[in-house]
C-alpha cells in the first residue's frame, strides 16, 4: 500500500480534521499507517476510557491499537471513531452509504454488463454467502461467482475456461490448507499453461464455508466438534438439535445460518481476506 499521502507533515490539526471518520466494525481490514500492520478488526474494547482495537494479520497474530488517526482503509487515511450501535445502521446490519462488504455504496449506476473475469467457489452455499456479502460490489464490476460443486476435476474445468489476461479467474476453495487434497489439487491446477498470471487460487482453512461465520453471530461461542467419519453438515446440525435427516433439511438450515449474516464484519477474517485478494486479483490491472 502506498504511504505517500500519509507521512509526519500530515498529522496536524487541520489535515486531521479533513478525513473520514469511519466508525469501526468487526472485520473491518485496517493498515496502521505508523507499524504497516495490516489486520481485520476481531475485537474492540473500552479501556481506561479509550477504545482498544485488535488487528489480526493474515497469519493469524493480532496487536492492539487505540482508535483514532492513524489508519488506512482501503488506501485512504480516516480517523476510526467508536462502533456504530446495533440499532443505527440499516435494515441491511450495514452502516449508511456502505455496501454489506464495508465498501463505499454506489448509487445510480447500473450494474454492468458481465465481464469475461470470473469468481469460482466450491458450492452453492459459499456462493450465496459471497452474494449477500460482496454482491453490490461484483455486480458494480460486472463479475459473475459461480459454484463448481467440488474440486477434484479443477484442473479440466481451468482449461476449458482458458485463463488469459483479458479472462482472468479467481478460485476460492474451502480446506486449502498444506499437506491436503484441496492443497495438491490447486498446486497441480497452477501447472497449466496460461494460468500462472491469470489464475488465482486462495483458500480458506476450513472444512466448509459454514465455519466462516463468527460463532458469536449464531449465539455460540464456538462450532461444534463433528466426530471423524461423519458427514460435517449432519454433525454441525445433529450438535445444534436441527433436523439434518435430508437434503432439504441441511438447505432449511443453510438458510437460517445465512440469515444471521448481515455484513462482511459477521464472517471471519480468513475468508474476508481472500476474498477481498480474489476482489483486488480480477479488477486491479
Known sequence: ???????????????????????????????????????????????????????????????????????LLEGQPIKLLPPVPRQAADGNGSTPGRTASGSVRVTGQRAQVAKANRIWVEGKHDAELVEKVWGDDLRVEGIVVEPLHGIDDLKTAIEAFSPGPARRLGILVDHLVPDSKEWRIAADAMTLP??????????HPYVDVWQ???????GIERWPEVPRGMDWKTGILRAFGWPHSTSEDIGLAWQKLLGAVRTYADLEASL????EEVIDFLTVQ
Open 212 to 218: 466462516a461465520i463468527r460463532p458469536k453471530v449464531l
Open 194 to 203: 496460461g494460468a500462472a498470471g491469470n489464475v488465482l487460487i486462495v483458500g
Open 1 to 71: 500500500m502506498s504511504y505517500h499521502q500519509w507521512g509526519p507533515q500530515d498529522l496536524t490539526a487541520p489535515a486531521k480534521a479533513s478525513l473520514p471518520e469511519v466508525p469501526v466494525e468487526r472485520g473491518m481490514v485496517l493498515e496502521d499507517s505508523q507499524t504497516g500492520w495490516v489486520g481485520a478488526v476481531i475485537r474492540v474494547e473500552k479501556s481506561g476510557g479509550m477504545h482498544i482495537i485488535a488487528l489480526e494479520d493474515r497469519r493469524g497474530k493480532s496487536r492492539f491499537f487505540q482508535l483514532g488517526f492513524g489508519f
Open 272 to 275: 474476508l481476506g481472500r476474498v
